[in-house]
Antibody, heavy 119, light 105 residues
Framework: EVQLVESGGGLVQPGGSLRLSCAASELIFSGYWMSWVRQAPGKGLEWVAN????????YYVGSVRGRFTISRDNAEKSLFLQMNSLRAEDTAVYYCARVRTISNYFDYWGQGTLVTVSS | QSALTQPPSASGSPGQSVTISCTGTSSDVGDYNYVSWYQQHPGKAPKLMIYEVSKRPSGVPDRFSGSKSGNTASLTVSGLQAEDEADYYC?????FGGGTKLTVL
């Protein structure tokens, strides 16, 4: 089955850390760029980070650069997002998605995991 | 890069056609045929509906079509059905529009 399943969300205090995981099926993970996209409550979509199929190229939106780190384990078919120095404005549902580079469209999405940053 | 501009809402009656616009700049929408559209029902993940301006992924009904003119891309939903009621987002070069809530009257 073609799927992406996120986990690791939860409630964290400002300044804290959280690590998100995304388990992927072989068909949609191996050999592809992957992304994290987030959606604040009641708001629109925002691209957060990309990683290439080898894990050697990584790109971030400016608001998270230096605080978040995207990574992947190809053997385990898993994508990760390490989030440090979390802020209230990072509160959102975080989606794992496969991204088709050059055209930059997201063709497969997970169900999302909610991250709440609050004291 | 600034967010793409979409109208906050659109509506139509069953069977009618509705078009949602997405305005960018000559550096994104206007310069590349890399516009995609996503449908999102409440509490659900986004779903790819259109990519590269006008291409439909397998399984997306041909009632959904995309086009572009200059710096503005458009999504047209023909023969509106109740299940088309959702939020729709455009995207170009990893930047999303603010979303349009489509209501089927």
């Amino acid at each position: 089955e073609v799927q992406l399943v996120e986990s690791g969300g939860g409630l964290v205090q400002p300044g804290g850390s959280l690590r998100l995981s995304c388990a992927a099926s072989e068909l949609i993970f191996s050999g592809y760029w992957m992304s994290w996209v987030r959606q604040a409550p009641g708001k629109g979509l925002e691209w957060v980070a990309n990683i290439n199929q080898y894990g050697s190229e990584k790109y971030y939106v400016g608001s998270v650069r230096g605080r978040f780190t995207i990574s992947r384990d190809n053997a385990e078919k898993s994508l990760f997002l390490q989030m440090n120095s979390l802020r209230a404005e990072d509160t959102a549902v975080y989606y794992c998605a496969r991204v088709r580079t050059i055209s930059n469209y997201f063709d497969y999405w997970g169900q999302g995991t909610l991250v709440t940053v609050s004291s | 890069q600034s967010a793409l501009t979409q109208p906050p809402s659109a509506s139509g009656s069953p069977g009618q056609s509705v078009t949602i616009s997405c305005t960018g700049t000559s550096s994104d929408v206007g310069d590349y045929n890399y516009v995609s559209w996503y449908q999102q029902h409440p509490g659900k993940a986004p779903k790819l509906m259109i990519y590269e301006v006008s291409k439909r992924p397998s399984g997306v009904p041909d009632r959904f079509s995309g086009s572009k003119s200059g710096n503005t891309a458009s999504l047209t939903v023909s023969g509106l059905q109740a299940e088309d009621e959702a939020d729709y987002y455009c995207s170009s070069l990893r930047v999303f529009g603010g979303g349009t809530k489509l209501t089927v009257l």
